[in-house]
């Protein structure tokens, strides 16, 4: 032992004391993982060092290695009585990964390999998207916690391949119920409000100033979400074909760039291994520095277009210990931890190796470019400093002050943890229908309101118009659509033109997204399903292709040691691998955040199963784009895809305080077909506007686009095709049946659009009107409504007004 | 030397941060607290003299149309005079300071070359009838410090 | 850089937090300019450098994070170092102009609206909504005698709509200093509702004292304005893809009245 590192004893300790040494040291290893790591010591006939030790927990880690995803995994379903044994020895890849490599889409450039997916654009250029999670670190400190969620995601972009230039970000929110009565709030939590204002705000800050425009998201406020917020942030980039792979060759050197290095993330909140005084310093969260990853960004694009490095990626969870080992993986590296540059003295060798300060990039770079990589960072203020050397002998060897503290197998680290073995367990649940909803116009209207007015429908223009979503000058269809520059109706995909960074194209990227755990909290199957085509729905609605569509998928779960919650883990990979298939478009990339549970009295709380589903596609023609709000008097309605008595689940069963009824289903055939039309009819300029229906139904969706165009809409709801007789009006309108769009068709257009659909289910259901109301009648209910929509877009826009 | 310099907004001149915190205060639940106002404070630690600290107020930390600057000089935090019904929060010693980087870049560009240790915090002083350390303490640890990274001082 | 003969050059300054450089290349050059974003490190290793180009270009961003307050460190930076030059490349009537950011840096720096004084006399404060505004508004041109003096918002129709991005935009300046840029038709755009009258929030996005939302000097060569006119150079970029014509947008216009200006 030197004053550098500590010996931890290992070879000689029985299970009990193994266990004991993972909690306090805060590893977080199994017991099965602590008998892997001493039998290699005891081979190598000696103890590890601290550094050693951390090294293999953070290689080793659910963030890092994803074992429940890969591990082994028995699953029993029951359906009816009957028992159903499925074995999987590595779920990710017999699911979603699954799918990817039976499409084997040619347009798909890397997938699952590296930082992000990256997809065809044009000859020359491809694009990349990562989603990620930062969901702990928000509920501890909500605004830096979500400000560096944003600033690893867009990291994850700049070391995807050689360096991707961002275009635009996404961010999708879970949050406990704003109204939330404080004395409600746990001791110690932050009331939900109180995080939502500081991840909005912390998500705001880092990417206004990073100059990326934020044009995507969702937020979903329930109860479940209090104690463990959900924050989902995705960054979208360019790529040079020719520089979306790395290599790195032994003799590069090893080069970081960008923040210094400081005690930031150190195991999370806890830190109890190092003993707390007035003087020491206790920083466990991490905190953002924006400005230095603009400038790392401006920095390293010069540096990838002149070819003065051949690999690099970001230091993330893990910091240097995970960016270093990945790049070296198959070659082997030394480093020499005290040149890390540092933010303050008193780092200890294992500290400086796992720290999770941010804005750190580190680089492969061949010696003949040494010099001149060093002169480029300088030039505008970036730190640049060479800590190592990749070898050849497949060793990860860390020295300090020429003394050796780490030295380990490649393989080892990478391919040595043991594959857990877990139970999962799923039981169908019957649905019964709900009892029948009757109600007057009156009541109606009012609920038409509620509904709008609901926290899960309502307005977000208080948080978008925080974002800077026109930065770049690339937003061409943008998160609130509208006639006039006051009016506004919410979007359903973003299209980014990269016009600046591409000259002369007319190709576009589109993004858009689908999360709704309100049905998974019946069936995650289900939930998967309709999640994943509400994201290609609202893609589709801007003019994507649905048969050029990529995914990527973000689980975020509770405790996958409780055999139910990680059979509804498993359900929701079957639909991805299904949807997948079916739709025949791949995921390219995904992630996972499990253990979002707390506890409170002995008592422990999972999360609402949360699957994000983000969707990305290339559009050929920018022209040939549509938005939402409604634009001529006197242009027909129609609603495509017939309404099911699909209420489980929806916005009006929660305002109505109902349990029962049906979560919306999928008719996958229907599905592709409808959205394979309407693309077409886009592609024809037929499509003046064009909305899906999701939550809150028809009804709140014609409604937006009327308030969004200033004009109204003349609807006879006797007109709308559904498929059981005996649903009400209100359930008509509240119903939120996937695979429907309302579409508006100028007169003119009506014939051709009608025979593109000739063999979908669809109606004509109504008109635009130049009055400013919704009028809807059925004679069949005897229930005539009229509305001005002034009064509508006032309910939508009140809630969220903070 | 420890100099702090506090910006206030003139009189004359709307500061809508003022406006949303006490609206914060309101819906909180808080009553008997009729305004609040907050100063950003620069703290600098340095053996730098008194008229380069007041170049670097006057013609760096404050906006000479909207704003003015007070300074006030001590050795030891024991020495540190702090007002009554005011709140003050700092971040803790070893947490990233990123505003103190930038003002210390800042001050060279001013031309003064000498040593300076920079730190950012924020004060903020109450008005009112009803103002007790317990309603502090609840605005405090309520919205205005995160008690991770941040410490405050109530009077 | 291969610079073409007889077209305007243009540099834009950029540094740490510098964003919307990019674009504003791009509208500069689709207007018939050469352009180099240059990083002020390197204007002030060679501090006449500045002085070779034909067009000063401050951009908009995050210069140093906004620290302290938005523009100011950058502004004092570029008072302090390069001072002497940007001073001697306004009084030369070649235009410049700053946007958003650029704007913030202009007014800090003393060379809006007054560039004999050098000296600062107005600011750009907190929005009063509080929070950082990201929409599209409408803005009036102001016009004397049929025209603005400003050379950059020249033969614009009376009322166009560009979009805001800004936490820091409400235009603040006292009594006298205000009534000087009226009195000598320094106002180039005031926010308006969409009929030309008087603006309610939002579409009067931060409060600016008598809704100014970009001023010129007396000599109509330095404009700053809030508003971004590099993000509205293609039709396509409108809410509604309203333009100036079938393909571009008014936002073009102004860095064609610029270059047309030079030729």
């Known amino acids: 032992m030197t004053q550098n590192v500590k010996i931890i004893e290992i070879i000689n300790l029985d299970d009990k004391q193994l266990v004991e040494l993972s909690k306090t040291n805060v590893l977080s290893l199994s017991l099965v993982e602590m008998k892997e790591v001493q039998k290699y010591f005891k081979n190598l006939k000696r103890n590890p060092t601290d550094v050693e030790l951390e090294t293999v927990a953070q290689t080793w880690s659910e963030h890092c290695k994803h074992k429940t995803l890969t591990g082994n995994i028995e699953y029993t379903e029951i359906k009816q009585g009957k028992k159903n044994i499925t074995k999987y020895s590595n779920l990710l890849k017999e699911t979603i990964f699954k799918a990817t490599k039976e499409l084997d889409k040619p347009w798909c450039i890397s997938v699952f390999k590296d930082n992000a997916g990256v997809i065809d654009f044009d000859d020359k250029n491809g694009v990349a998207f990562k989603v990620e999670t930062h969901n702990h670190p928000s509920a501890l400190e909500p605004y830096g916690g979500s400000a560096t969620g944003i600033g690893g995601v867009i990291r994850d972009i700049l070391g995807v391949g050689l360096g991707a230039k961002p275009l635009a970000n996404t961010d999708v929110f879970c949050f406990g119920l704003p109204d939330t009565k404080y004395s409600d709030v746990p001791e110690g939590m932050h009331h939900p409000k109180r995080i939502a204002k500081g991840v909005v705000s912390g998500v705001r800050d880092y990417g206004n100033r990073m100059g990326i425009p934020t044009v995507n998201g969702a937020v979903f406020f329930d109860e479940g979400y209090m104690a463990n917020p959900l924050v989902y942030c995705g960054t979208m980039g360019i790529i040079p074909k020719d520089k979306c792979f790395k290599k790195v060759n032994s003799g590069d050197l090893v080069l970081v760039v960008g923040g210094r290095t400081g005690r930031d993330g150190i195991h999370g909140a806890t830190f109890s291994s190092v003993e707390l005084d007035k003087e020491s310093d206790v920083s466990a969260v991490q905190i953002g520095n924006p400005i230095v990853e603009k400038k790392v960004l401006d920095t390293m694009l010069k540096a990838r277009d002149l070819n003065l490095y051949r690999a690099v990626t970001d230091c993330g969870a893990g910091g240097l210990s995970s960016a270093v080992g990945e790049l070296g993986e198959k070659t082997g590296v030394v480093v020499e931890l005290e040149k890390v540059p540092l933010k303050y003295e008193g780092l200890k060798p294992w500290e400086i190796w796992i720290s999770e300060a941010q804005e750190r990039m580190v680089f492969a770079v061949p010696p003949e470019h040494k010099n001149e990589i060093l002169k480029l960072f300088e030039k505008e203020n970036v730190e640049a400093t060479f800590i190592g050397q990749f070898t050849d002998d497949k060793k990860l060897v860390l020295k300090y002050n020429n003394e050796i503290v780490a030295d380990m197998d490649m393989e080892f680290l990478h391919d040595g943890v043991p594959k857990p073995t877990r139970t999962a367990v799923w039981e169908e649940k019957k649905s019964v229908r709900q009892k029948k909803i009757d109600v007057d116009s009156g009541v109606l209207t009012q609920d038409i309101k509620n509904v709008l007015a609901d926290i899960n429908v309502c307005s977000r223009d208080w948080i978008i118009r925080q974002y800077d979503h026109e930065v770049q000058g690339q937003t061409v269809i943008k998160p609130l659509q509208g006639n006039s520059i006051v009016n506004s109706g919410p979007s359903d995909a973003s299209v980014i033109w990269p016009c600046a960074v591409v000259k002369n194209t007319d190709k576009a990227i589109v993004l858009s997204n689908g999360i709704n755990p309100e049905y998974g909290k019946t069936d995650t199957y289900k939930m998967t399903a309709s999640v994943i085509e509400e994201a290609m729905r609202n893609a589709v609605c801007v003019g994507a292709d649905p048969e050029k569509l990529s995914l990527l998928d973000n689980f975020c779960w509770g405790n996958p040691n409780k055999p139910e919650i990680l059979g509804s883990l498993v359900r929701a990979t079957q639909a991805c691998y299904d949807m997948s298939k079916e739709y025949s478009i791949p995921f390219i990339s995904g992630k996972d955040s499990l253990y979002n549970e707390y506890s409170i009295g002995g008592k422990t709380f999972s999360i609402p199963p949360a699957l994000l589903v983000s969707a990305m596609g290339v559009i050929e023609d920018v022209n040939k784009t549509v938005t939402m709000n409604l634009k001529k008097e006197g242009s027909f309605i129609y609603l495509v895809g017939v309404t099911n008595n699909e209420l489980a689940g929806s916005v009006y069963a929660k305002i109505k305080n109902f349990a029962e009824g049906f979560v919306p289903d999928l008719n996958k055939k229907e599905s592709k077909k409808i959205m394979k039309q309407i693309h077409k009819a886009i592609l024809d300029n037929l499509v003046l506007a064009c909305h899906d229906c999701s939550e809150g139904g028809f009804i709140t969706a014609v409604s937006e686009m009327a308030f969004a165009g200033e004009l109204g809409v003349d609807i006879d709801a006797d007109l709308i095709k559904i498929s059981d007789d005996t649903m009400s009006l209100p359930e008509i309108l509240f119903s939120e049946s996937n695979s429907r769009f309302i579409v508006e068709v100028s007169r003119e257009n009506s014939n051709k659009f009608e025979d593109l659909l000739k063999d979908c289910c669809y109606s004509k259901i109504g008109k635009v009107i130049s009055e400013p109301y919704v009028l809807l009648s059925s004679s069949k209910s005897k229930i005539k409504i009229k509305e001005n929509i002034k009064n509508l877009q006032e309910a939508w826009q009140k809630t969220l007004q903070w | ?155 | ?263």
């Open chain 2, 1 to 155: 030397m420890i100099y702090e310099i506090a910006i206030r907004t003139k009189k004359g001149f709307s500061n809508s941060h003022n406006v949303s915190l006490l609206n914060d205060i309101k819906i909180m639940g808080i009553d008997g607290v009729e305004n609040v106002e907050y100063f950003p404070v620069y703290r600098i630690i340095s053996d730098i003299d008194d008229k380069k600290v007041s170049v670097i107020a006057n013609e760096l930390l404050t906006d000479r149309i909207t704003e003015e600057f007070s300074i006030s000089k001590y050795k030891t935090s024991e020495e540190k005079e702090t007002e009554k019904n005011s709140i003050e929060v700092w971040l803790k010693h070893g947490v990233t300071d990123t505003v103190s980087e930038s003002v210390v870049k800042a001050i060279k560009d001013l031309g003064i070359t000498d040593n300076v240790i920079v730190k950012t915090g924020h004060k903020y002083c109450f008005n009112g009838s009803g103002i007790t350390v317990e309603k502090l303490n609840k605005i405090a640890k309520g919205f205005l410090a995160n008690t991770l990274i941040q410490e405050y001082k109530i009077r």
């Open chain 3, 1 to 263: 850089m291969v610079k073409t003969m007889n077209k305007p050059n243009v540099i834009i300054v950029r540094t740490a937090g510098t964003n919307c450089d990019y674009e504003l290349q791009t509208a500069f050059e689709i207007c018939g300019a050469n352009v180099d974003r240059i990083h002020i490190n390197e204007l002030i290793e060679n501090k006449d450098k500045i002085l070779s180009y034909d067009i000063l270009a401050i951009p908009g961003g995050f210069s140093y994070g906004d620290d302290i307050a938005s523009g100011k460190i950058l502004a004092n930076e570029l008072k302090n170092k390069l001072g002497e030059n940007i001073k001697k490349f306004a009084l030369s009537k070649k235009p410049i102009i700053g946007i958003c950011n650029g704007f913030q840096v202009l007014v800090k720096m003393g060379l809006l609206p007054e560039p004999n004084k050098f000296e600062q006399t107005a600011t750009l404060s907190y929005n009063d909504s509080n929070k950082f505004e990201c929409r599209w508004v409408y803005l009036k041109t102001e016009k004397t005698d049929g025209n603005t003096k400003c050379i950059w918002a020249k033969n614009l129709p009376d009322i166009i709509p560009l979009p805001v991005a800004h936490g820091e935009g409400k235009f603040v300046a006292d009594d006298t200093v205000l009534k000087n840029i009226e009195e000598n038709n320094q106002v180039v755009f005031r926010y308006t509702a969409y009929d030309g009258r008087y603006p309610k929030y939002p579409l009067a996005p931060n409060g600016s004292f008598n809704q100014i939302a970009g001023i010129c000097n007396k000599d109509g060569n330095i404009f700053g304005l809030m508003p971004h006119p590099e993000r509205y150079i293609y039709k396509l970029q409108h809410p509604a893809r309203q333009g100036c014509d079938d393909k571009y947008g008014w936002g073009k216009k102004i860095f064609q009245n610029a270059i047309d200006f030079l030729k």
